[in-house]
């Protein structure tokens, strides 16, 4: 079992940042590659961006391009969402995920689910 944990949520003005964090507990953290995703009311789950377990390789939406950075850091059993720039189509409940191997932009392929963090972006 993977228990994950995610914080850094709240309101910010557009064009805001905000850091969002995921803390993983439980079995190998090391081992499995990590996900953040969002779902906004009345939309489904949407991929954000992925790491695989290394760190070596990351993964963005388009929407996420050149604004949010995925980053982990193993020591600390934690995956980190820097978001700059945010808009407020950005705003959404934002999951972390973990899946065991090779990174998968689709959330049903994930093992594990933190209970979500929600982020709003005013206008």
């Known amino acids: 079992q993977v228990q994950l944990v995610e914080s850094g949520g709240g309101l910010v003005q557009a064009g805001g940042s905000l850091r969002l964090s995921c803390a993983a507990s439980?079995?190998?953290?090391?081992?499995?590659?990590m996900g953040w995703f969002r779902q906004a009311p009345g939309k489904e789950r949407e991929f954000v961006s992925a790491?695989?377990?290394?760190?070596?390789?990351?993964y963005y939406a388009d929407s996420a391009k050149g604004r949010f950075t995925i980053s982990r850091d193993s020591a600390n059993d934690t995956v980190y969402l820097q978001m700059n720039s945010l808009k407020p189509e950005d705003t959404a409940v934002y999951y972390c995920?973990?899946?065991?191997?090779?990174?998968?932009?689709?959330?049903?392929?994930?093992?594990?689910w933190g209970q979500g963090t929600q982020v709003t972006v005013s206008s």
């Open positions: 995920a973990a899946i065991k191997g090779i990174v998968s932009k689709s959330p049903i392929s994930y093992d594990y």
């Open positions: 790491i695989s377990w290394s760190g070596g390789s990351t």
């Open positions: 439980g079995r190998t953290f090391g081992s499995f590659a």
